[in-house]
């Protein structure tokens, strides 16, 4: 696969439109192809609209980055700087070419990019708990597991589709 990677600006409507296509199908679509993770039997509603891209897009100290294939996004992560940490955010891959390398190409990346541009080695992510697979994936890339949880995040967006309370585990990096 020939992947090219690009900053997401505010400005290219076509790309965004993608990239919520992609994160919603990725995080709340039926596994299905490709697909070997997401959270639809977790979680119900979407996960971004193209308002709260917007949002991300005009933060302070937030990259998003995209890759494409033969000028089609096949994947976006969001990338902020917090606290002389760099946090890793919205990585979602197309779904039908998910195991394909992709994600990891577009997250290590981001990675080297985002490290360059802050002078920052230091990255946190959070990942669903129960979502072992997840996990397990974000530690061959190198990330530890820190063995503490803060609590899910809440909106009119989504609803849980469990009993038990969700929870996200923190990951760190050092590179």
């Known amino acids: 696969m020939n992947l090219e990677f690009f900053e997401l600006k505010l400005e290219n409507t076509k790309d965004k439109e993608e990239v919520v296509k992609i994160i919603n199908e990725a995080y709340r679509g039926e596994?299905?192809?490709?697909?070997?993770?997401?959270?639809a039997h977790l979680l119900s509603g979407i996960r971004i609209d193209i308002d709260m891209l917007n949002e991300y897009l005009k933060e302070k100290n937030t990259?998003?980055?995209?890759?494409?294939?033969?000028?089609?996004?096949?994947?976006?992560?969001?990338?902020?700087?917090?606290?002389?940490?760099i946090h890793i955010g919205l990585f979602a891959v197309d779904p039908n070419i998910q195991a394909s390398g992709v994600g990891r190409r577009l997250l290590?990346?981001?990675?080297?990019?985002?490290?360059?541009?802050?002078?920052?080695?230091?990255?946190?992510?959070?990942?669903?708990?129960s979502r072992t697979e997840l996990r397990d994936y974000y530690i061959r890339r190198g990330y530890q597991n820190t063995n503490s949880y803060i609590e899910f995040p809440r909106s009119e967006k989504w609803s849980s589709n469990k009993q038990e309370e969700l929870k996200l585990l923190v990951l760190k990096k050092e590179i």
């Open 63 to 85: 990259k998003t980055f995209i890759a494409k294939n033969n000028n089609q996004v096949v994947a976006t992560i969001q990338a902020k700087l917090e606290d002389n940490t």
């Open 108 to 129: 290590e990346f981001t990675e080297l990019e985002t490290s360059k541009i802050w002078k920052i080695k230091s990255f946190v992510m959070e990942v669903i708990s």
């Open 31 to 39: 596994l299905k192809g490709n697909a070997w993770t997401g959270e």
